[in-house]
């Protein structure tokens, strides 16, 4: 399927998995199709509990075409690419509001709202946006997140030297400048999952008013909570076993 023959909401997954397949990116261990899977997952437990059928619409749309630019050009950020192979899409069910919306989601995702300097999300785009954020960022704050995470930076230290057990407990409590994102997610496995950790109420918070308790209760509370034990036990057997070699 080409780009162009792409008209329909319901034709942009399926435009995805071709590509990812065509590209050989599919079984990528961070943002494959078992990510993609995951956040649309995400996404469905977040529209069925949204008052605004509009948000949801254009949520769904960003959602799956959000990281096609993973599968399309490499040497780019892929959140720009993915907004740009989206705006080449004819889609006939969007108003041009709902489009650019979901175009400005796709392209800003990478950084999110408070980055941008939004604070709290009120027009169209900013919601979706947001949203789209809580969405993608929930795979990470997941067991199979976790897991993949495990496996793709195999040959790291579980927890190096740079970071201490209690600086990346701090970590999690009081988060870090978006710019230190990199620096911890490749230092080692439990940097990289402190520092995911610390972004979820970063990545909440201009969204608050839009995740009611029901998806909050009983969807990402916890698996949050279930993410921080993971965290918490790797830091715990770091310590003994530092005690032990002492």
Not at 55 to 82: E, F, N, P, Q, Y
Not at 98 to 106: G, K, R, S
């Amino acid at each position: 399927m080409r780009i162009q023959d792409v008209s329909m909401i319901g034709q942009i997954w399926e435009f995805v998995k071709e590509k990812y397949a065509e590209v050989g990116f599919s079984d990528e261990l961070i943002h494959g199709l078992r990510h993609m899977h995951h956040v649309r997952e995400v996404c469905a437990n977040i529209c069925e509990t949204l008052d605004d059928p509009q948000v949801a619409k254009c949520l769904r749309t960003a959602v799956d075409v959000h990281d096609i630019g993973r599968a399309t050009d490499k040497s780019r950020d892929h959140a720009m690419v993915s907004a740009e192979v989206f705006k080449q899409m004819p889609i006939s069910d969007l108003t041009e509001e709902e489009f650019e919306a979901a175009h400005f989601a796709v392209a800003n995702h990478s950084r999110g709202l408070l980055a941008i300097g939004v604070s709290e999300a009120k027009s169209l785009r900013e919601k979706v946006l947001g949203l789209l954020c809580v969405c993608d960022h929930a795979d990470a704050a997941s067991p199979d997140g976790v897991a993949r995470a495990a496996r793709a930076l195999k040959g790291k230290p579980i927890l190096s030297a740079a970071y201490t057990a209690e600086h990346l407990r701090e970590l999690m409590v009081k988060g870090c400048a978006p710019e230190m994102m990199n620096v911890y997610k490749n230092d080692s496995l439990v940097a990289h999952l402190a520092y995911n950790y610390a972004a979820v109420e970063h990545i909440h918070a201009p969204v608050s008013q839009l995740l009611n308790d029901r998806y909050m209760n009983g969807w990402s509370n916890p698996r949050v909570a279930m993410y921080k034990t993971i965290v918490e036990i790797y830091l715990t057997l770091q310590e003994k076993q530092n005690i032990l070699n002492t």
